[in-house]
């Protein structure tokens, strides 16, 4: 909230996910509800565009034995977002035209652990052609160069 006041002006918010975390099996509501309380008015009067991190992830083991993770319940239910992403990620990707910038938002998470990169690099391809916007901006939650090499 001290961020938002001493900073007037601000214009949209960037999140690059773990808002909050979904842990082992466990309903943590509670985490969203702390992230909502701690800045719910300044979200509701400024554009949010949110990545989804691995947190936002439920660690699931499947039948054959395997792990798994699925998007977590609370996700979809944060935030209203445009329903015109890459299509097998489509609740986590999506882009957003704000005053001449694109903002294309992957899901990392979903294209390393679920299959999903071909969709998402594809999708972002076409995406970025179909740009008329001067900037174009991808945002994601992992990072690009990582102390924990060599997974860059």
């Given at each position: 909230?001290?961020?938002?006041?001493?900073?007037?002006g601000i214009a949209?918010?960037?999140?690059?996910?773990?808002?909050?975390?979904?842990?082992?099996?466990?309903?943590?509501?509670?985490?969203?509800?702390?992230?909502?309380?701690?800045?719910?008015?300044?979200?509701?009067?400024?554009?949010?565009?949110?990545?989804?991190?691995?947190?936002?992830?439920?660690?699931?083991?499947?039948?054959?034995?395997?792990?798994?993770?699925?998007?977590?319940?609370?996700?979809?239910?944060?935030?209203a977002l445009p329903?015109?992403?890459?299509?097998?990620?489509?609740?986590?990707?999506?882009?957003?035209?704000?005053?001449?910038?694109?903002?294309?938002?992957?899901?990392?998470?979903?294209?390393?652990?679920?299959?999903?990169?071909?969709?998402?690099?594809?999708?972002?391809?076409?995406?970025?052609?179909?740009?008329?916007?001067?900037?174009?901006?991808?945002?994601?939650?992992?990072?690009?160069?990582?102390?924990?090499?060599?997974?860059?």
């Amino acid at each position: 909230r001290q961020a938002f006041h001493a900073n007037g002006g601000i214009a949209l918010v960037l999140h690059a996910g773990d808002l909050a975390a979904q842990r082992d099996d466990l309903d943590h509501d509670d985490e969203w509800g702390e992230w909502n309380q701690a800045a719910g008015y300044n979200y509701a009067i400024v554009p949010q565009v949110p990545a989804t991190g691995n947190h936002e992830y439920v660690d699931i083991r499947l039948p054959n034995g395997t792990e798994s993770r699925t998007l977590g319940p609370y996700w979809p239910l944060q935030f209203a977002l445009p329903a015109n992403g890459a299509e097998s990620a489509k609740a986590t990707t999506y882009h957003v035209d704000y005053q001449g910038v694109r903002f294309i938002v992957l899901d990392g998470t979903s294209a390393m652990d679920l299959g999903t990169m071909d969709a998402q690099t594809r999708w972002l391809d076409a995406t970025l052609a179909a740009s008329k916007a001067k900037w174009n901006v991808v945002l994601f939650h992992q990072p690009v160069f990582t102390c924990a090499r060599p997974n860059d």
